[in-house]
């Protein structure tokens, strides 16, 4: 399908992707050049031939740069360099989905519950210089009700949350463990048990005075309301279900929600891999959620900054929001990489 082979240079992501995002990772001293390349920089092709790296920073970009000393020299010649993707939404629970993560050129993965005891062992691994894991940051044991959606015999296992009064010590445990931003499941679909709204109220309130952000699975036309109004960051699935308007996109522009367009996902539920009747849905909640870029919060008491992508345009994914005959199937772990690429380039 691809007629030609791309080079992903994890220390040049770390420098052009989302500085904000995450931390430059130096993970070797060694310098290089690589040279008679073809430069994307995550928006537009630039005017340059060569880059160097040293001590795993990007020291110079440009036509025919110097090379540092005893720097190894690489041959670009027709291939293209470009930003590492991110991958707003994984499930790391097994180290795999890290290392495959990079070998698919997607060099930030944000994990959306997973087991938090391998996660704080694979990022103290990241720290001492792993170079074979993707960066990865991480929401840990995400929060839901007993019989709810999360609480499966065969996921990750939680303690489920029963008050509202309990919020504050689950969202502090799990700060505990290493998570970099709170998962809520609401609900979904009628198999589940559904938290009570009062309960999400509660966590996101807590989650945002330990300067967290919330995000929340959810599958339900009411329970979409009721996310944006608990004051819920993001949404861990662009919406499929029939929405009651204007009501949603009201509230969803006064509150600023964003959602993660997950969008193997409807493909993957629909018949002979078409999104049939949700693929307009999906556009319509494209439309909705397009007008903001990024949010962004910051822990006071450390460094890390967290910037979430916004869903993709219209302007620059054309392709997901034309007729529907053009929601063709497509490999559930290359749709979301390719909805990525859109969100840089739409910034």
Same mark, same amino acid.
């Given at each position: 399908?691809?007629?030609?082979?791309?080079? *992903?240079?994890? =220390?040049?992501?770390?420098?052009?992707?989302?500085?904000?995002?995450?931390? =430059?990772?130096?993970?070797?001293?060694?310098?290089?050049?690589?040279?008679?390349?073809?430069?994307?920089?995550?928006?537009?092709?630039?005017?340059?031939?060569?880059?160097?790296?040293?001590?795993?920073?990007?020291? $110079?970009?440009?036509?025919?740069?110097?090379?540092?000393?005893?720097? @190894?020299?690489?041959?670009?010649?027709?291939?293209?360099?470009?930003?590492?993707? *991110?991958?707003?939404?994984?499930?790391?629970?097994?180290?795999?989905?890290?290392?495959?993560?990079? #070998?698919?050129?997607?060099?930030?993965?944000?994990? !959306?519950?997973?087991?938090?005891?391998?996660?704080?062992?694979?990022?103290?691994?990241?720290?001492?210089?792993?170079?074979?894991?993707?960066?990865?940051? /991480?929401?840990?044991?995400?929060?839901?009700?007993?019989?709810?959606? +999360?609480?499966? =015999?065969?996921?990750? &296992? !939680?303690?489920?949350?029963?008050?509202?009064?309990?919020?504050?010590?689950?969202?502090?445990?799990?700060?505990?463990? +290493?998570?970099?931003?709170?998962?809520?499941?609401?609900?979904?679909?009628?198999?589940?048990?559904?938290?009570?709204?009062?309960?999400?109220?509660? *966590?996101?309130?807590?989650?945002?005075?330990?300067?967290? !952000?919330? #995000?929340?699975?959810?599958?339900?036309? @009411?329970?979409?309301?009721?996310?944006?109004?608990?004051? =819920?960051?993001?949404?861990?699935?662009?919406?499929?279900?029939?929405?009651?308007? &204007?009501?949603?996109?009201?509230?969803?522009?006064?509150?600023? #929600?964003?959602? *993660?367009?997950?969008?193997?996902?409807?493909?993957?539920?629909?018949?002979?891999?078409? %999104?049939? @009747?949700? %693929?307009?849905?999906?556009?319509?909640?494209?439309?909705?959620?397009?007008?903001?870029?990024?949010? /962004?919060?910051?822990?006071? $008491?450390? /460094?890390?900054?967290?910037?979430?992508?916004?869903? #993709?345009?219209?302007?620059? %994914?054309?392709?997901?929001?034309?007729?529907?005959?053009?929601?063709?199937?497509?490999?559930? @772990? !290359?749709?979301?990489?390719?909805?990525?690429? %859109?969100?840089?380039?739409?910034?």
């Amino acid at each position: 399908m691809f007629r030609r082979i791309v080079r *992903i240079v994890a =220390a040049v992501c770390a420098s052009l992707v989302v500085s904000a995002a995450v931390p =430059a990772r130096t993970t070797t001293p060694n310098a290089f050049v690589i040279r008679n390349v073809r430069i994307f920089d995550g928006e537009r092709v630039i005017e340059a031939n060569s880059i160097a790296v040293a001590h795993g920073k990007i020291v $110079a970009v440009g036509t025919n740069v110097a090379s540092p000393p005893d720097a @190894q020299v690489v041959d670009g010649s027709g291939d293209t360099l470009l930003p590492g993707l *991110i991958d707003s939404h994984v499930h790391a629970w097994v180290r795999d989905v890290l290392e495959m993560g990079l #070998i698919m050129g997607v060099t930030t993965e944000l994990d !959306m519950y997973m087991r938090w005891e391998e996660a704080l062992k694979w990022r103290a691994e990241e720290s001492k210089g792993a170079a074979d894991i993707a960066d990865f940051r /991480t929401a840990g044991t995400a929060i839901a009700v007993a019989g709810g959606h +999360g609480t499966e =015999a065969d996921l990750p &296992p !939680m303690i489920p949350i029963s008050r509202p009064n309990e919020a504050q010590a689950f969202v502090d445990e799990r700060i505990a463990h +290493g998570s970099d931003y709170i998962k809520v499941f609401y609900d979904n679909g009628p198999r589940f048990a559904a938290m009570s709204k009062a309960t999400l109220a509660a *966590i996101v309130k807590a989650a945002h005075s330990r300067h967290k !952000m919330v #995000i929340v699975h959810v599958a339900s036309a @009411q329970g979409y309301l009721d996310v944006i109004d608990s004051g =819920a960051d993001g949404l861990a699935h662009v919406p499929i279900v029939k929405l009651p308007e &204007p009501i949603f996109r009201d509230a969803a522009k006064a509150h600023h #929600i964003f959602a *993660i367009t997950t969008l193997a996902l409807p493909i993957s539920f629909s018949v002979a891999g078409g %999104c049939g @009747q949700s %693929c307009p849905r999906i556009r319509r909640s494209l439309h909705i959620l397009v007008p903001w870029r990024a949010k /962004t919060w910051s822990n006071p $008491a450390s /460094t890390t900054s967290i910037t979430f992508p916004m869903p #993709i345009t219209k302007r620059t %994914c054309g392709r997901f929001t034309t007729p529907e005959s053009h929601c063709s199937p497509a490999p559930t @772990q !290359m749709a979301p990489k390719l909805a990525l690429s %859109c969100i840089r380039n739409s910034s």
